[in-house]
């Protein structure tokens, strides 16, 4: 059985953009920056599955994942390691899929897709653009209350948003609004 290849790519140390860590393998095809003190993220990937592992002690944050492939892994997995998700926002090309989920009552998800600056309908579980939002606790149990404890947030990146080839990927999060 294969273990699963960990590559770590970035631990902020500085409020300015960190670049991978220059002596880490590139065998897995992605240069990532995270832009904040503290942050980190991690990308395993595994067979055809790409896990980006986001810790962000300030719960605000941004990174950029540049893809050094000919194509996106099948699979895309963010998981945000924090303690609510007001917003969420991976952006491919001209797309951005923004993502939230509420912090009051049965914790909807709400997802929005935005082209360029123009923002459309919310979207629906029947949209190519949909996805499911997993919240989940320190050993990947289903959570039901916000703010999380040790837990994350799941994402797959719907696989219309990396059909249109972009190279890199913006990502931006805000736990809680302040």
């Not at 832009?35 to 067979?47: F, H, K, M, P, S």
């Not at 404890?149 to 948003?161: N, Q």
């Amino acid at each position: 059985m294969n273990r699963p290849a960990i590559l770590l790519l970035a631990v902020a140390a500085c409020a300015c953009p960190i670049p991978a860590l220059a002596d880490e393998p590139k065998e897995h095809g992605f240069e990532a920056t995270v832009r904040n003190r503290g942050d980190r993220l991690t990308i395993a990937v595994e067979r055809d599955t790409a896990t980006l592992d986001v810790t962000s002690p300030r719960g605000i944050g941004s990174a950029t994942i540049d893809r050094k492939e000919r194509d996106w892994p099948k699979h895309v997995v963010v998981r945000l390691r924090l303690r609510g998700l007001e917003s969420f926002r991976v952006t491919a090309g001209e797309t951005t899929l923004a993502v939230e989920v509420q912090s009051h009552g049965n914790h909807a998800r709400l997802l929005a897709l935005w082209q360029g600056r123009e923002e459309g309908p919310r979207l629906t579980t029947d949209s190519p653009y949909w996805t499911e939002v997993k919240m989940l606790d320190a050993e990947g149990n289903p959570a039901t209350k916000i703010p999380l404890t040790g837990g994350y947030f799941e994402i797959t990146l719907p696989r219309k948003l990396l059909e249109g080839n972009a190279q890199s990927l913006s990502l931006r999060w805000i736990d809680f609004l302040r």
